[in-house]
């Protein structure tokens, strides 16, 4: 049990250090937009390209067996070095050039050998309660997904300065993960099989995790890269520019890691209720806030700020479970490379959402596309009947 407690903790902050740079150029949006004047399609690909690099290397991952063939704890600490050197040389390039859009790239694929690996970690450490331990995991990854607007929040219109501290933390924190352990039902895939991902479609059981999480990343990330700027959109409706930039960020900050507890917390009663049915939950609880976030657009500031947090709650809380699920149904020695696989197409998603939300929030505004980001989790809902019809059955 030690082993088991002292490999999570290790894990827990080497995961929010690795993933912590995601959302860093969206952090720090308006100061480099304000200091370069970027377009809005390089505002966009700095975002997107991020989500495109994670899919291409998730899909190199699942596909050549990365996570199940070699030690996942080198797999790991290696990518978020990557991560935070890719980062930092963001400094030495201009801000707004095509070089930069490519080390955002470069960095969404060193983090596809960080979050799903440690997931690979995680499920070895436990079967009764991977429902938990998954969940702990995407705790600490949504922790990370916040701390560069909170860093983008302590330096201000001092960009460099966050980008600088970011790469700090991804580096020291992801090299923690080396001194974790594998656990008892962790297991080794001799060789190379990519026929193993076809699962993924055969099993019905994968195949409805899989639907769910779709449904459930054709909202997340949306809502994580700019609910900042859509926030700042509807507070400058009753505040001054500076002051509703300022709350924007610290509503993005405050609503994204006050998501990482309810993921323990969940994770715990996923493992008694059914996984299945905490995501269904979990998914009708935030297209409903996400129609009624729609709603309070440019109301009531206060309003707004505490429909975005209890949004960033519940957005959440259900991306462990698909997860857990497929780890559940797969082979152990093929689950890394099942779970980076629904990853990959899940962020390959989120790469058109990312992509696609300033263009409908500039043409219909960003109540439409807000309220439009419900349309995921009540589709991933209807893909999880089964799931938990299955559960029903099992409990008899």
Known sequence: MQDKTRTIVFLVLATAAGMSLWF???AILPDITAEAGLSSGHQ????SAVQAGFVAGALIISISGAADRFDPRFVFATCAVGTAVANALLLAVPIGSDMAIALRFVTGGLMAGVYPVGMKIAVGWGLKDRGLLVGILVGALTLGKSVPYGLAWLGGADWRLALTAGSVVAAAGGLLVLRA???????HSPEFRPGAIILAWTDTRIRSAYLGYFGHMWELFALWAWMAAAATASYGATLDPHAAVDL?????FVAISAGAPVCILAGRIADSFGKARVAMVSMAASGTLALATAASFGGPAGLTFVLFVLWGIAVIPDSAQFSALVADFAPPEWSGSLMTFQTA???????ITVQLSP???ATFGWPALLAGLAVGPFFGVIAMLPLSRLYAAERG
Do not use: D, E, N, Q
């Open 24 to 26: 860093m150029t969206a």
């Open 44 to 47: 966009t690909l700095l975002s």
């Open 181 to 187: 352990s594998l656990g008892p039902h962790h297991r």
């Open 248 to 252: 924007g960020k610290l509503t993005a």
């Open 345 to 351: 197409l899940g962020f390959l998603l989120t790469v």
């Open 359 to 361: 263009v409908i929030a």
